[in-house]
Structures are given as structure tokens and as C-alpha cells.
């Protein structure tokens, strides 16, 4: 098998926005079109084997979960999906293991409306590279900057399941019960909060996903909009399967410092809250912004507490 | 140092284009503005350690010829480069290391005019993906598909000298003089010709640029074409360089089969040629398209000959 009959036999698969790209995969460049009045809002992340997934992971597993992660970076600032290439770096062109990935990649473009429209392929240590690209009307992206002492600190739903995932992943052999189960599949498919970051749009202050973990991605908003984030420990959404799985207290820090959560942190005007919350009912309030700086964690009794170590750092 | 202080202290170069890029660095997305009848170019390049450049390759060079190749996709399509992305694998955060890539990238992005808007920096097995972005007129881009019988096929400078630089690269030690300088710079520091693609624009009936070699990237052109590529070896441009130090053979079976070049390769209905040439002085006519399909090449004395092994393929 070539590459090029490898890219035509599991990376050509059809596009959902058949009006914004003028051209798809098989020339030197992909072509995008978006309307005079968006903006295109463009996303790189790398997922290194060993590093940001096991050796032995899934290929379907695998092929959902690196489009779910790049995805969510379009989310964070309230992008509509368009399309996104994919670099494949792989030691050999193992047909099930390419047919498998394929196969998680495109359920995952699917469920995100996400074309693939270009990207590399070639022998080498596994690696992926996927740039997502999203259009966003002209000025309404939402940045990290822009909280305002008073506005409440938002979340998108449970935190901390990916963290217990990768921890159950990384036992062998991994547990096998609905907890267990429930937290793997956090782990493998996390789902990128699209329809909320488009929803926030105009209305939220500052957003963006927790990759690094909530504490670790408080201090970025905070920092980058000059403000406090005061965190209400007992606001934190812990769900049932991380307390049964990991006991109070870890599942507590799971959701404080582990990264990978994937649901999108944000500021939010008071006045805002009730239509949020009706149209998505997993949103909590997990604090507010006060003037200052960095982040404060307050415990069940209201009182400060020290934050945990926190934060995924490549070269620290 | 953690990441992001990496990226701050390396990868935090100043913009060009201020006008089209809304939001650079530091954030979840960065967004682009084009202009109403404007479409944005896209392409992804890998670079591996041991397969696109060698495990001890100066990391100067190696920052200048990552984006140069990224960038000649570009070139290939007529676009005006924009901006560009950066997913950087590391095996540790070498000081010396990264101020020198740092330097070369920023020395490319400045010849080719692209602004360093994203990315990720991440630890693992030495690896470069490049996005690159530009934009091009409605309608205008160059496509491989295109050519028309009657059309001059044309390619924009010296063939083989890059394939030349990577057989000297690979000796050890590598041959010192001018022409071992001259071909090893080459090798290193593709100039993507970006004025020559945006030249082309509304001119060449098909264009792309030669990364696989002369010969698969012909028959790449005639395939998207529908058409027979025709070449005349005596045309070829070989440059002194590269004849002095390989002979007449291997300089031609360098410059037909060798990958790298990364000049563009287009044809062009005969009336363009002179007001090209006067532009363009490097460009030279190196065979015509005509009715039929794949690639025929002509010897000295006009006879057919068969073409040698061609192109590379990473999962042959």
C-alpha cells in the first residue's frame, strides 16, 4: 500500500460543508471560503504517543479522541466547526489498525461536523497532529480575556472523570465495572462542548476548555483577564461514578488538578445564568471573579485553603 | 523552564500581517480575517527526525527548511502566505537547541512573510508539524489539475540540487567546497517561490510544487489533469554544482527522480511564456502536455527512454 492509496482508502471521507470548502484533499493546499462577515478560528495540538495516550490504545478509541481534543479548542472560543487536517505519523501501515482509527476519526468528524480537507502521512515514531478550523462571526470569539469582577465562574459539566479514566487506564489489568466503564469512556471520548460555546457567545465574558486541569486553567483566565477566580470547593461537580470509584477526597483533587477534562470553563454576567441553565442543564456555578489576582480555592467552611500542585507541565 | 515560558521566551515573534490575524498566540484558537473575496490556502506538513531531516541536523537550518518546505505549498497554489502554525515535539527543552530553531524559523517566516500564530510545544521523539495559511482570490488558486494539451510544461529553477545536498549530507564527513556549499545550502534552505506562484495566478493552466520528484510529480500534474506529460531531459536545468560534482548521469537521474526541489513544476499555454521569462529569469520550459495520459521522457536524441524508479513513497 502507498501513501496515497493509504490517504484514498481511510482518510477520504466525504465533507459536511460542502459550501465553505472550495477545495478538499488531493492538491498542494486545501481551499476554505467562509462568509465576509466570519472569522476563521484555527487550533494545532499534537498527540504523542507514550505521552498523551498508551501505546496499546484502541485505534478507534484513539481516532475519537484526538478529534475530540483538538475540537474542543473550537468550542473554547465559540466556534462553529468546519473542517480540520490530520499529519499521521506511524511505524508501519497496519490495515486494522488504520481501518479501526479511520473508523474513530470519522464518528468523531462526524459528531462534531468536521470535514477532513488535507494533512501528511509518513513512517516515523506515532504521532498525530490535527489543526481544526471553525468560523466565528467577526468579533464575537470568546477569549480567556474579558472576566469582570462580579461574573460568575462557570463550568460545563463533571470534572475530574477524565483524570479517574486515565488512572484506571493506567492499572492493568483496568477495572471492570459501570463506574469503571463510565470513567474510560469519559477518558477515550471526551465530547467536545460545541453547542455550548457557540450558545456563549455574546454572552460569556471569558472562556475557555480545561486541558491542564481547573486550578492550572483558573490562573490562565485569571491572569489573562487581569481578575481573581474564586473557586467554591463543594460547587464542584464530581459525578457518581468518580466519588464511588475514587472516595471523596481524591475524586476532589481529580477534578481540581487532573487535565484533560475537556468541558469548557467560562465567566458569565449573573443575568445570564437561568436562560444557560435552561438550555444546558450540565452547566454549574463553581464560583465568581473578584478583583485581584490568581485563584482562591474555599473550602466547605467558606475558608481558604491551599491549592494542590497543579498542572500539566511538558518541560517542567 | 515550564512550556510556557518556552513558548514566551522562543516563539513569541511579532506578526507581520497584522490586518488579517484578530488573535495570535496565547489563546485557544487564533483568528483569521480575509477579506470578502478572499479564500484561505491550507496545508499540513510533517518533518520526523531520521526520515525528513537527520537525528544531528543543526537546528538553524533545520527552523529554516521546516517552514520553507510547509511554505512551498503555498507557492504551489498561488497564494499569498498569511500565517502559520507550529506543533513542536521535544525530547527536552535544550536552550541552544531551541534559540537556534527559533532563529532560522524566524528568518524563513520573515522572507516568506508568515506570522507564527499557534501551536504546541509537547515532550516526546523529535517532531515538526507546520500549518501553514495564505490567501488567494477567489476562484484563483493554481490546482494540479488543469493543464491542456498545447501547454508548455515549465518548472521554476534547478532540478537535483537538493537530492544532490542530501547524498553529500549523508557522507561522512560531507565534502567541503563551493560546490558541496552551494548544493548542501540547497538542501537546507529551499527559497519556496512564492512570488513566482502568485505570478503564476490566472496564467498557468496547472501548477504544483516538486516535493516527490520530477518525475512522480509530473505523472501527479497529468493524472489531475487527464493528460500525458511530456519531457525533454536535455531541457532539465541542472546547475553547475550539481554537475560538477556528481557528473552528467547522476545529476540527471537526481534531477528526474529526487525528492525536495521544491520549485514549482506548471503548464503554461505558450502566449505567457515571454512576459513570465522577463520576470522570472530561472524558469525554463522542460516539455509540453499532451493528449493521452502519464509521463513520457525524451533523450538527447528525442527517442523515448524508460524512466528510472521514481518518487518517494513513505509506506511502499
Redesign the interface.
Known sequence: ????E?IKRYFDFAAPHQEEI??GL?????????A?DE????????L?????FPENAPPFLLGQRSLAVAAS??A??G?SPLAF???L?LP??CEDWLREFSRGLKQMAGYCGLAL?????????L?L?L?V??S?P?GQ?L??SGARAGDLLCVGGHLGDTGGGLALLQKAPAPTNSAADYLLSRYWTPMPQLALGQWLRGKASAA??ISDGLLADCAHLAE?SGVCALINEPLLPLSEALLEHFGDKAAMDYALCAGDDYVLLFSLPPEQLSRLQQAFSHVCVIGHIQEGSGVVLLDSNGQPRQAPQSGW????
Open positions: 500500500m502507498t501513501e496515497f493509504l472550495a477545495l488531493g492538491d498542494d493546499c486545501a481551499l476554505l471560503q467562509l465576509a472569522q476563521l478560528a484555527v487550533s494545532t495540538d499534537s504523542v504517543c507514550g505521552v498523551h479548542d473550537l473554547a472560543v466556534a487536517t490530520l499529519a505519523t508501519e501501515a480537507i488535507g494533512g501528511d502521512t509518513c513512517r516515523g515514531p504521532h497532529c489543526t478550523f471553525g466565528v467577526q470569539a477569549k480567556r475557555m476548555d489573562a507541565q511538558h518541560f517542567r
